[in-house]
């Protein structure tokens, strides 16, 4: 299997990738151990509603801090990505030369892109298991404590693959577009099945089920478009141009100028075309693994 032999351990993606790169800038799958990352600690106090200001809520910030400290021995932050060419780039359906295609209306999303990055990434099992037995013992703040950690220290690995990616692109004069996941912008969480079928995700121990469901639940995949920075850039975040009512995966407020403009142009495609989305890790619900 392509990208093993850089196993099992490598921190810097210049260093994968330069082994793993082709000519025409494709990547073969890479797997890729990090360190260590860092779970975002703000973002953790408003999943959990924990108030700085609030006395009652001081011993639980001394356990999050206590948490955010020895969890890092649980975490197993790894990536499995691939970089291919896009062959066709159609308004519903993304085809790349190594033969996976993709439906949906993000295509849209993805204009101007010529290769197309597919992921997935993962903390390992051990953290959320450990939250479900607290929460199941009926140690409920500790349980949503490390449930929280967990779902940021998943959302941090994405982010310290997004960060290589960029700097890889950058080095080459291109762009990345946000990520996108099976589940939401136009695509059905059955866009798994194709995304799991390119990736070697069992060097990493994720597995899908039957109902496209991830686990470890603590994994997150996607799809990130790169492409000329002069085509890519100025599109801004597409998040700004869409209503979705409730999307968990939102990065910017919506627009309402953008997202009118969109529909003249055709129409926002985001959010109506999805089934159910995928639950993000910091929305399993406790036990459900
Ligand atoms: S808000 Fe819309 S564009 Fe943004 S991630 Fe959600 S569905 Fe996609």
């Known amino acids: 299997m392509p990208g093993t032999a850089r196993e099992p351990m490598c921190n810097g993606m210049s260093a994968t990738t330069q082994a793993g790169a082709s000519h025409d800038g494709t990547v073969a799958p890479q797997v890729l151990h990090f360190d260590r990352v860092q779970p975002d600690r703000e973002e953790i106090t408003r999943l959990t509603h924990l108030q700085p200001g609030r006395e009652a809520h001081r011993r639980w910030f001394e356990l999050l801090d206590k948490l955010l400290a020895e969890f890092p021995r649980l975490m197993r932050p790894r990536a499995v990505y691939r970089i291919d060419e896009v062959t066709a780039l159609e308004a519903r359906r993304i085809v790349l030369k190594s033969g996976a295609v993709f439906d949906g209306a993000v295509s849209s999303f993805l204009e101007y892109s010529t290769l197309l990055v597919t992921y997935v990434v993962t903390i390992g099992s051990a953290l959320e298991r450990l939250a479900r037995g607290w929460l199941r013992s009926g140690r409920v703040m500790q349980g949503t404590i490390a449930d929280a950690i967990a779902s940021e220290a998943v959302e ?13 692109a950058h080095g080459r004069g291109l762009e990345l577009t946000p990520p996108y996941s099976p589940g939401y912008c136009g695509m059905t969480v059955r866009q798994q099945i194709p995304l799991f079928a390119s990736l070697p995700t069992e060097r990493i ?31 801004g975040d597409p ?17 309402r100028r953008r997202f009118a403009l969109m529909n003249e142009e055709g129409g926002c495609p985001a959010p109506h075309e999805s089934d159910s989305p995928r639950p993000r890790p910091s929305d399993a619900p406790p036990g459900s693994a």
């Open 205 to 235: 121990n994720v597995r899908l089920t039957a109902s496209c469901l991830m686990l470890p639940i603590k994994s997150i995949s996607g799809l990130i478009g790169i492409g000329p920075a002069d085509r890519i850039a100025p599109r």
């Open 156 to 168: 941090a690995v994405s982010q310290r693959l997004y960060d290589e990616l960029l700097e890889w």
């Open 239 to 255: 998040c700004e141009a869409c209503d979705h009512p409730d999307c968990v995966q939102r990065r910017a407020v919506c627009d």
